[in-house]
């Protein structure tokens, strides 16, 4: 899965800028190198939220907020089962990169990230379920 620029999704992601609102935002803090463990050599750096980032990622959530509590339940399934789509889409990218940045095998990584799009499914699922107590 790439940007409209054909760069990898994680790539840009891990080279200089944080996901504010659905923007990538270039990072005001220095970049954090991530060491992999298997061979002690740099991996990759990695965007790394300051206070000040932390802030406006607060305040942007803030404002998104009353747009996302306006959606209903299917509008909101449909945006976790679209990141689970995408997540598929990316599925060896994103197993590879977790099992590089963790020092793990590939089979370690495939299961988390297969982990992580189960979870998002059932994310999609739990809003449609009632909420209701029976009464004994």
Not at 1 to 8: I, K, L
Not at 110 to 114: A, Y
């Given at each position: 899965?790439?940007?409209?620029?054909?760069?990898?999704l994680l790539h840009r992601a891990i080279e200089a800028e944080c996901v504010f609102n659905g923007d990538w935002i270039p990072?005001?803090?220095?970049?954090?190198?991530?060491?992999?463990?298997?061979?002690?050599?740099?991996l990759m750096n990695t965007a790394m939220a300051d206070a000040a980032?932390?802030?406006v990622a607060c305040?942007?959530?803030?404002?998104?907020?009353p747009?996302?509590?306006?959606?209903?339940?299917r509008e909101k399934a449909e945006i976790f089962l679209l990141a689970a789509d995408h997540a598929v889409?990316?599925?060896d990218e994103l197993a590879l990169?977790?099992?590089?940045?963790?020092?793990?095998?590939?089979?370690?990584g495939?299961?988390?990230?297969?982990e992580a799009i189960v979870l998002l499914r059932q994310a999609a699922g739990m809003l449609s379920q009632a909420h209701g107590h029976g009464l004994m």
């Open positions: 899965m790439s940007a409209s620029d054909g760069t990898p990072s005001s803090s220095p970049l954090l190198p991530v060491i992999e463990p298997a061979t002690g050599e740099l980032d932390i802030a305040r942007e959530a803030a404002l998104a907020q747009a996302w509590a306006a959606l209903g339940p889409c990316a599925f990169y977790v099992a590089r940045e963790s020092g793990g095998s590939l089979h370690k495939q299961h988390e990230v297969n």
